[in-house]
């Protein structure tokens, strides 16, 4: 696992954050799922979809840093073009994710908005 040249070590950081990143939005889907914060924030139609996605993406999670651990995964070029570099979008992911795990969603009601 060990990367031999800056650039090698650049993008197994990158990798690293990726992976930190839609860990925690599948830590944060779940822990509303289970917390019942779902109830305040969409649908009871689309329940089991937020929980199936939550499952989903640390399953995902868990594969890819299997095989990130193993050696296994080779960086692929940028395949698009974005507004911002990768990195800078990966910590705003993280850091939404992060915040949403902190901070509880609460009501918004016609009271608070006066």
């Not at 822990?31 to 109830?39: F, N, P």
């Not at 960086?75 to 901070?103: D, F, N, V």
Request: glycine share 8%.
């Amino acid at each position: 696992m060990s990367a031999k040249t800056p650039k090698d070590r650049s993008n197994l950081r990158k990798s690293w954050l990726d992976i930190m990143a839609i860990t925690a939005w599948g830590i944060l889907l779940l822990k509303y799922a289970i917390d019942g914060t779902l109830y305040i924030l969409i649908h009871p139609s689309y329940f089991l979809l937020v929980k199936v996605t939550g499952g989903c993406l640390l399953l995902i999670v868990i594969l890819q840093g299997w095989r990130l651990y193993r050696g296994k995964i080779v960086s692929s070029p940028e395949l698009h073009a974005s507004l911002l570099p990768q990195s800078i979008t990966t910590m705003l992911l993280l850091g939404t994710a992060i915040t949403g795990l902190i901070i509880t969603p609460k009501l918004f009601t016609s009271h608070t908005a006066i």
